[in-house]
Structures are given as C-alpha cells and as structure tokens.
C-alpha cells in the first residue's frame, strides 16, 4: 500500500490520502477549505465541530463556538462581507468621503469607532456578522469547565468526521452550487 517514500504516518492518516508524493497538495476556495472538497478533505469547520465533540465540550461553549463556526463558513461561502470589504464600503458610504481615494481624518476616526463598537458588542452589522450578536466574554466562568482528552482510533477518528462533513451546511461549495443548480433546472 502506498507509493515509495510515502510516510506510514501518511498512509495511515484517515482523510489525507495523498498520492505518491509525500506533500501531495491541490488548489482549493477558502469555501472548500473551510467546508471541505469531496470525501477527502473534511474542512476546517467540520474538523472544528469534531474536535469539540471529541473533548466533550460543553453546551454553553458548543453554542457560542458554533456561532462564530457559522460566522466563518458563511463568509467563506461569499454569504457574508469580509472585513475588508465592510471597510470600504463604509468609507465609501461616509458623508466626508469625495470619492478621491483621501481618508480624511474624521473618515479615519468614524471607522475605528465604528470597528471597535461592533468588536464590543455595541454596533450590530448584520451584512458582516450575520445572526451573530457579540457579546462580551464572562470572564469569571470562562476557565472553570474541564475538557475531555481521550485517544481515538483511525477508524472513530474518520467515522467522526465524517458525520460533520454529511451535514447540510457542510457541502462542499462545488456541490452547493451544483444542487442549487439543479434545483432551478427544470
């Protein structure tokens, strides 16, 4: 099994195959990095998802981190602007702004309140954030729940995985667009 020079550690890796080539790498969107391409690669958030099953995360904690998890998997998707894009668009929408590439000082200034209201949880921006509403971390009972650490075989690591890579909001981005195309086809 396995090409030559192809690490045991390698062959024995549940969802990276890989070909003859000990550092097999292919070209992938941030949606298939994030979400995962095939039945190959499981994707970061899946990943994510399993892990915190696996240490037994608690309810509470599940919950915020699955927001954010949504958070990301919709902006990798294109569902969501990125920060960048946010940024632009409200120096461009801004009162001050003339179209002439010059963050004046008061542009500068309204942007960076703007920013760090959104990271306190005082500006909700829904085309950014999405459903996610930050609120300010508990710090008294941030580190008071001990997590789980127990080994899993390959086999309960790849069944793990991929019970997160069949969830719905999980499909590749190549397969979402394929089945929404089939849905418009009559």
Known sequence: KGGAG???????????TGGAEENSFEEMTMAEIMTGKGDYFPGLV??????LEL???????????????????????????TPATWMRDFVMAHPEYKKDSFISEGI????????????????????LT???????????????????SKRLTNKQTYDLLQKYMKRSGFAGADEKKGEEAAKATP
Request: net charge neutral.
């Open 130 to 148: 999405g459903d996610v509403v930050i609120e300010p971390i508990d710090s008294l009972s941030a580190y008071d729940v001990k997590l789980d």
């Open 6 to 16: 192809v690490s045991k550690n390698r062959r024995r890796a549940p969802c990276a």
């Open 55 to 81: 240490i037994d995360c608690d309810p509470a904690t599940l919950e915020r981190v699955s927001k954010y998890l949504e958070l990301i998997r919709k902006r990798a998707l294109g569902e969501l602007k």
């Open 46 to 51: 899946p990943l994510i998802y399993a892990y």
């Open 108 to 127: 500068a200034h309204d942007l960076m309140i703007a920013c760090k209201d959104i990271g306190e949880g005082r500006r909700h921006e829904p085309t």
